[in-house]
């Protein structure tokens, strides 16, 4: 099966810093990822698909990169309403896997 | 539009089966390259993929839970139905439906399953 390894777990942030949020495969999976948005009590939404594609109505302050088996999510401006949990998913191979999660929280 | 609702019982006791059922609407499941999952969700943890089945019929289980689950299809009704046997408290969670080609483009609403005597 193929891990994905997010990192960080948690982090805290201030309205209008640049945050960034990396997931690591543990096996090539081309740019077989997307990007999820979780609020709590929520069903998560997708913000980015295929590594660096923004999903139809996301806001630009969203973007994803890598590809292989390095990713990143970046919000260039963190909004109030971005405080959530992010999870990134690999879809490459028959088995899916979604990382642990980073939970963004206000400094 | 496409909507999805996960339906099934809130409280299971220990060691009964678990059935699910996930109604949609806006989309076919026969349509080449779709693909229905169900994840799961423990309270205060991360997202769990546990089970995909395609538009051809080809099923994917997690490999921890394979042992205990079955995913199938009933396009007639547009209805993606799981089933795990031997519930344990630890199974605990809400499970959410979710389709789409690559990934997940549309998610139900989710429904929290209770395991406890």
């Known amino acids: 099966d193929i891990q994905m390894t997010q990192s960080p777990s948690s982090l805290s942030a201030s309205v209008g810093d640049r945050v960034t949020i990396t997931c690591r495969a543990s096996?090539?999976?081309?740019?077989?990822l997307g990007w999820y948005q979780q609020k709590p009590g929520k069903a998560p939404k997708r913000l980015i698909y295929?590594?660096?594609s923004l999903q139809s109505g996301v806001p630009s302050r969203f973007s994803g990169s890598g590809s292989g088996t390095e990713f990143t999510l970046t919000i260039s401006s963190l909004q109030p309403e971005d405080f959530a949990t992010y999870y990134c998913?690999?879809?490459?191979?028959?088995?899916?896997?979604f990382g642990q999660g980073t939970k963004v929280e206000i400094k | 539009q496409v909507t999805l609702k996960e339906s099934g019982p809130a409280l299971v006791k220990p060691t009964q089966t678990l059935t699910l059922t996930c109604t949609f609407s806006?989309?076919?499941?026969?349509?080449?390259?779709?693909?229905a999952s169900w994840i799961r969700q423990p309270p205060g943890k991360a997202l769990e993929w546990l089970a995909r089945?395609?538009?051809?019929?080809?099923?994917f289980y997690s490999t921890s839970l394979k042992t205990r689950l079955t995913i199938s299809k009933d396009t007639s009704k547009n209805q993606v139905v799981l089933t795990m046997t031997n519930m344990d408290p630890v199974d605990t969670a809400t499970y959410y439906c979710?389709?789409?080609?690559?990934?997940?483009?549309?998610w139900g609403q989710g429904t929290l399953v209770t395991v406890s005597s």
């Open positions: 979710a389709l789409g080609r690559r990934g997940f483009d549309y």
């Open positions: 806006g989309f076919s499941l026969s349509t080449s390259g779709m693909r």
């Open positions: 089945i395609d538009w051809d019929d080809d099923k």
């Open positions: 096996q090539g999976i081309r740019n077989d």
């Open positions: 295929a590594a660096s």
């Open positions: 998913l690999q879809h490459n191979s028959y088995l899916w896997t």
